[in-house]
């Protein structure tokens, strides 16, 4: 195992500011960081809000009862709301959206990082990255913090268009602001950063390994599996999003992305990239 020196971190903002003006000219990594935030938190949540006061109040009753019958007994009180209608709005607004927000910063994470040593070698520059004096960490840091802290930008600016939209297109029907609470304040502070630890952690291994930037973010899409099993498990009435397991996958997130970064920085190995060049 190689031993880890301590980063220049001068060097490390270096790459950084030069990786995030390589993202700001790229259409195939711009582009979706700014249509699926679109589509998932202000247009999809807006149709719902608009919909839910047409919803026939029978029809709004019978769905509220099949959902409801999935959380636990001692969590339904958060759902004391006056009508059926601001009951399933808030059901499906708060909680069925939470694991669906985690895709965010998943998605942003790993599109930028999948542009990372696979488009440095569709863009022929690897080979004279690889040759300058960064040590293989500060490589790994400068790649990875250019990813993350976009991620992280666009995941509180996502959260604050939701916000906004969730409660001014619910007004009609909840009558009052009623988001955020204290699940989505977890979800956005401790969370979503290490659910974008583990997307751009795992893309920079497979970048480093494949050719072109099209195979990493193919095989980016890999990431968000377990996010879309949450999800699902969610609607199935298989798990539960509660403030204490929200916390507990943060952790566990957190633990994985140290992990990964050090799997990363140990495994790095100049030689084996340029041979492959």
Known sequence: MKPLQKPDWRSVHALMARDLLVVRRSKSVILPII???LLLLVLLPAGICIAMPMMDTADTYQDLKQLMAMIPPEMQADFAYDTPQQTLLALILVHMFAPLFLILPMMVASTIAAGSFAGEKERKTLEALLYTPLSDLELILGKVMSAWLP??????VGFLLYSIVVNAAGWPTMGRVFFPNALWVALVIWVAPAAAGLGLSAVVLISSKVSTFQ????LSGMVVLPVV?????QVGGVIYLSLPFVLLIGMLLWLIDAGLLWLGVRTFRRTEIIARL
């Open 215 to 218: 195979d990493a973010y193919q």
């Open 151 to 156: 991620a992280l930008g666009v995941t509180m």
């Open 229 to 233: 099993l949450l999800m699902l498990g």
């Open 35 to 37: 249509l699926v935030p």
